[in-house]
């Protein structure tokens, strides 16, 4: 089966090893804006896997460039591990090529200033509640194009959203009748000495993490104001942790696709020296999307501010401690209350060492070649645009264990207030 990948970072570079390791990939194509990190990889992976490795540049932001390589390539399957920014390029260069399509973070604007985008965006956060940057809204209106074509697309298959929305259906097929509380918690405990680091590209983390928080309750969104909510949770692995509200893309799909939810919220461990300094970043205006004028130039203060603070993809050697993902989960089975939470543990130094990124990546990477899997092998199929919790949730969850994200189910969990 010929795969293309799109992009090469840190996200990527596990997707590939990976890949690397199912024998359903006999062809994979790696193609990337900076083409020397794309034949750096590999070269690394060329003598460990059967698959026989080629690259590419591809700039990802043109249709044109990207149908090219397409038609030259013919790729079964497109894995979109660039940025959010070319989700929808990409798509259409599914469709004009005959591909599925594959990604792990929905669209969002590069430029939020642009009128054409700012008057849809303006309208929709009217009529939805939420201000954040990205929405579903533009992915999902690919449903009929995707169906006419008889082609997949696979929507966020990294670890959230991703794999917390697989243990969101996994949960409802074998735990409860219904699920009416999801609180979906992300920590991070790892350590990489750095004052101030971000864990993948800091220009989508940063806009992430510095915006309105919102969550889902009684069939509509509560918006909250940057880190308002915090509260204290104990994560099996890592220790007691602060943790923020924030607003995340999977609780707009899975208010959509799980029936009777009746609240779903999002968390995030930060320790307090990352907010300090993002504080003070986003108080001097380097957190700003909009150019401004430098010495002549424009320069855009959050571009120029990615390129000051240490690559992501660097921080794998220094990276040490580990991550605890999941869901808790409470709802009704057989007429009784139940509770319980799915979580994955991962260590930042064991990642390093199996696949030269640190656990952030890796926890995004596995996923991204499983949710690829699945299409590809036709595992999960239909024609028209899906979200993972829309598919069978049993092949995935067996994959996790399989490809190095081992899952436990704790019963009567502590709840989150
Ligand atoms: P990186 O910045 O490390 O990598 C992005 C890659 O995309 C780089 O190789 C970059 O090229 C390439 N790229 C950027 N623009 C273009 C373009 N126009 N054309 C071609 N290639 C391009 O990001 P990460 O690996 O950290 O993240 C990758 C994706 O994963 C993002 O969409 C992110 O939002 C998502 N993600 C999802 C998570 C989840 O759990 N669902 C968690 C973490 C991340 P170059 O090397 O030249 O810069």
Redesign the pocket.
């Known amino acids: 089966m010929k795969l293309m990948v799109?992009?090469?970072?840190?996200?990527?570079?596990v997707a590939i090893h990976k890949c690397c390791e199912n024998p359903l990939f006999t062809e994979i194509l790696i193609?990337?804006?900076?083409k020397s990190?794309c034949d750096a990889l590999a070269d690394k992976l060329r003598s460990k896997t059967k698959a026989v490795l080629t690259t590419a540049t591809?700039?990802?932001?043109?249709f044109d460039s990207l149908v090219a390589l397409m038609k030259q390539y013919q790729p079964h399957t497109v894995l979109?591990?660039?940025?959010?920014?070319?989700d929808l390029t990409i798509m259409d260069a599914c469709l004009e090529c005959g591909a599925n399509y594959v990604?792990?973070?929905n669209y969002e604007a590069e430029d939020t200033d642009d009128p054409e985008w700012r008057a849809i965006y303006e309208k929709r956060c009217k009529e939805k509640g939420f201000t954040a940057y990205f929405d579903y809204s533009w992915q999902w209106a690919y449903q009929d194009k995707f169906k006419a074509k008889g082609l997949t697309a696979l929507l966020?298959?990294?670890?959230?959203?991703?794999?917390t929305s697989v243990y969101t259906a996994y949960a409802l097929k074998h735990y409860f009748d219904e699920i009416h509380y999801i609180d979906i918690l992300d920590c991070n405990g790892g350590d990489h000495g750095y004052p101030f680091a971000t864990?993948?590209?800091p220009e989508?983390?940063l806009r992430e993490v510095s915006a309105n928080g919102s969550y889902w309750e009684d069939g509509h969104w509560v918006e909250t104001k940057p880190m308002e909510i915090k509260r204290e949770y104990n994560f099996d692995g890592v220790g007691m942790k602060d943790m923020y509200l924030l607003h995340h893309e999977e609780i707009e799909s899975l208010a959509k696709n799980i029936p009777n939810v009746k609240r779903i919220r999002f968390f995030m461990t930060f320790g307090q020296s990352y907010l300090t300094h993002m504080n003070c970043l986003q108080n001097v205006g380097m957190l700003g999307t909009t150019p401004v004028m430098f010495e002549g130039r424009e320069i855009v203060p959050i571009k120029f501010l990615k390129a000051l603070l240490p690559?992501?993809?660097s921080l794998g050697p220094r990276t040490v401690g580990k991550t605890n993902i999941g869901c808790i989960f409470r709802g009704i089975k057989d007429g009784k209350e139940r509770n319980i939470y799915i979580y994955n543990v991962c260590d930042h130094q064991e990642c390093y060492k199996e696949t030269g990124a640190q656990a952030?990546?890796y926890?995004?990477?596995v996923?991204?070649m499983i949710g690829t899997a699945m299409v590809a092998s036709g595992t999960w199929s239909g024609a028209g645009v899906f979200n993972v919790e829309e598919f069978d949730p049993d092949p995935y969850m067996d994959a996790l264990n399989k490809y190095g994200l081992p899952w436990q189910v704790s019963e009567n969990p502590v709840l989150v207030d």
């Open positions: 799109i992009g090469c970072g840190g996200v990527a570079t193609a990337s804006r900076t990190k591809v700039d990802a932001d043109s979109n591990v660039a940025l959010p920014y070319q990604d792990t973070a966020g298959t990294g670890f959230d959203p991703g794999v864990n993948f590209n989508i983390n690559d992501p993809a952030v990546s926890t995004t990477g996923p991204a």
